[in-house]
């Protein structure tokens, strides 16, 4: 993945970025000598286009205001108006990639601890920890 980012970045600024990059810790790496060309067009396993762009859509797999991952198939957002948390499952899919459907909306944290017992059912210790991290009410 690291490779792919590198060789997104590079097409994304042609010939206007230097060959070299600067790491945090100001070592300095050539971009050529550690991106494999031909790994990164050959193969088939590696996302097409950005890797991970927020969205603003409450449906999307990448958007941008999740609370937390209950499992694979439930999670908890932020509306975009920060005015309640919605309680999603997993269905269908948006763009090729997983959508989420909101099941409820909640804007205090004892309805929304509800609305996951009873929806998503068992849910972990973490993910009751979570839950009981979260504001009494959603703060707009």
């Not at 509306?79 to 909640?106: H, M, Y």
Request: with cysteine.
């Amino acid at each position: 993945m690291f490779h792919y980012i590198l060789s997104n970045i590079k097409s994304l600024f042609g010939n206007e970025i230097s060959e070299a990059v600067f790491l945090g810790n100001r070592e300095v790496i050539e971009l050529n000598k550690i991106i494999d060309y031909q790994s990164v067009i050959q193969s088939p396993d590696q996302a097409i286009g950005p890797v991970s762009v927020p969205d603003n859509r409450e449906r999307s797999d990448t958007y941008y205001n999740i609370a937390f991952l209950i499992d694979e198939k439930w999670r908890v957002i932020v509306c975009p108006d920060g005015i309640q948390w919605i309680l999603q499952v997993r269905k269908g899919s948006l763009d090729g990639r997983p959508a989420w459907n909101g099941v409820s909306f909640c804007r205090s944290r004892t309805g929304l601890s509800r609305a996951t017992r009873e929806k998503a059912r068992n849910i972990s210790p973490e993910v009751e920890a979570q839950l009981a991290q979260l504001p009494d009410w959603v703060e707009s």
